[in-house]
């Protein structure tokens, strides 16, 4: 079993080396290596929802979707490992699965990212996803990421999101968000005044807009509710200081052509 296991592990270099790189029509560039069970037209549609004003800012990144990634020390027969994979920077080598294999599945991890010859190569692991919503917010929330490590966050959402964490909106987008908020405003007060943890108040301000930006995408990509976003570790955002926050996003990134953004408080019967 060890060797057949083996036999389906390349690693991502290669991978890289091998698959056929498209650009799509917003200049994103992509690719897809092994069983991914995913249509060609589906991805194709994933990829090219991200609007070209955000697109722009990746022009050093490829994204390779694949059926499992995972890093190059895994655990031994014994349940040993030497380490434990990272979903961003890591600095061993990252394998690739052809195929969908449950003795990998432990082992792999969402995405991996690879410094390749001159561009960032991102891994995605779409049978470790359950479904195309997993997938695709996988998939925005890393474009998230690499839009605000480029660009940084626009100023008019820095005022947008921190008066809405100053006036104490109910929940947040994700536990990095959640956290790095409280963070910023736990240091208390002084003469009334609210003393403000800068390193947090920005880690809080970048999470919040690679969230807002994930979702914002993902609705041009899918339909989808909401509350399908809730997590047990932290109160989900108030719908209508999310919409504040997505309508901002959509006006300062445009959908592409032939996709749609639309907020509904009740789905179309």
């Known amino acids: 079993m060890a060797e057949s296991v083996q036999s389906v592990l390349v690693p991502a270099s290669q991978v890289a080396r091998e698959v056929e790189v498209q650009k799509a029509p917003n200049g994103v560039s992509y690719g897809a290596y092994g069983e991914t069970t995913i249509p060609a037209h589906e ?9 070209v004003s955000i697109a722009g800012a990746l022009t050093r990144k490829t994204y390779y979707f694949v059926p ?19 979903h961003r920077g890591a600095s061993e080598a990252t394998l690739v699965a052809s195929t969908y294999s449950p003795e990998l599945v432990d082992q792999s991890i969402c995405h991996r990212n690879v410094a390749l010859d001159g561009i960032d190569g991102v891994f995605i692991s779409t049978r470790l996803l359950s479904d ?3 997938l695709a917010f996988e998939f925005f929330i890393n474009v998230g990421h690499a839009f605000v490590d480029a660009v940084g ?7 947008l999101v921190w008066n809405q964490a100053l006036a104490d909106v109910r929940g947040e987008t994700s536990q990095d968000a959640w956290e790095s908020r409280n963070l910023s ?17 920005t880690n809080y301000i970048e999470s919040a807009f690679s969230d807002a930006v994930a979702i914002y995408q993902l609705s041009l990509s899918v339909d989808f509710d909401y509350s399908e976003l809730r997590e047990r570790e932290y109160p989900l955002l108030a719908p209508q200081a999310l919409a504040e926050r997505l309508r901002l996003v959509a006006k300062l ?12 408080y009740r789905r179309r019967a």
């Open 153 to 159: 966050v626009p100023a008019s959402f820095t005022e």
């Open 185 to 201: 405003l736990a240091a208390g007060s002084i003469d009334g005044k609210a003393r403000i943890d800068e390193k947090a108040k």
């Open 68 to 86: 499992l990634a995972m890093s190059e020390s895994r655990p031994d027969g014994r349940g040993n490992s030497t380490d434990s994979p990272s």
């Open 132 to 134: 195309r919503f997993a």
């Open 43 to 51: 991805l194709d549609r994933m990829v090219q929802a991200v609007p």
């Open 253 to 264: 990134f445009p959908p592409n052509p032939k996709y749609e953004f639309a907020i509904r």
